[in-house]
């Protein structure tokens, strides 16, 4: 069974520009989410996805975006980068959402997409 | 305030022995799940065990365990045995919910753990 499959898995850009990022979730995998990794702010939950619906997002500008396809895979989009953008982005899939308090629908991560914003 | 705190920055463990990474978490939610993830160098992250808030014994998944402290709000991560492949980062992280729905998981700064022959 593939896992989680984050596409591309290093990129380089210049602030301004505008990037977009893939994630091909574990097959029946339905749920899907986005996290930020730098030093200094550590892992960051950026916003889930399911049944083509965001349901949830964290408390990042409106330059982060994303979107989930019918078929469960999902894209994220940052415009106008900055250089304190640049960060190692995971994506995770689980086959629902998660409940509160339930180890149901663990997140499956992917090994993420680093991003370079020079 | 954070929300998750893991106070050791780093660690290093013999082979063969155990080791406890410490979180505590700070919550006013009645209902919440904690979890541990390890990352390796290659940067993905592993599911390593589930802790909710209302269960009872302390969760186990083969050589880890979790050491829930409720009312210190603590889940501390117990691994025996050690081996060189667990040197990784590890992660503490909750979730919450607000409104019926979860949130995100929050996570903590992580432990990076390192094993010696």
Not at chain 1, 47 to 54: A, D, G, K, R
């Amino acid at each position: 069974k593939a896992g989680v499959t984050q596409t591309p898995r290093y990129l380089i850009k210049t602030r301004g520009q505008q990037v977009t990022l893939s994630c091909s979730p574990i097959s029946g995998h339905r749920s899907v989410s986005w996290y930020q990794q730098t030093p200094g702010q550590g892992l960051q939950f950026l916003f889930e996805y399911f049944s083509e619906t965001q349901r949830n997002k964290g408390n990042f500008p409106g330059r982060f975006s994303g979107r989930q396809f019918s078929n469960s895979r999902s894209e994220m989009n940052v415009s106008t980068l900055e250089l304190g953008d640049s960060a190692l982005y995971l994506c995770a899939s689980s086959p629902e959402p998660a409940g509160v308090n339930s180890g149901a629908n663990v997140l499956t991560f992917g090994a993420g997409s680093r991003l370079t914003v020079l | 305030a954070q929300k998750i705190t893991q106070t050791q920055p780093g660690m290093f463990v013999q082979e063969k022995e155990a080791v406890t990474l410490d979180c505590t978490y700070d919550t006013s939610d009645q209902s919440y799940g904690l979890f541990w993830y390890k990352q390796p160098s290659s940067g993905e992250m592993i599911f390593l065990i589930y802790q909710g808030s209302y269960d009872e014994q302390n969760a186990t998944e083969g050589r880890y365990s979790l050491n829930f402290q409720k009312a210190r709000k603590s889940a501390n991560l117990v691994i025996s045995a050690s081996q060189l492949g667990d040197s990784a980062m590890y992660f503490c992280a909750m979730r919450e919910g607000t409104g019926g729905g979860a949130d995100g998981l929050t996570f903590g700064k992580g432990t990076h753990l390192i094993i010696q022959p």
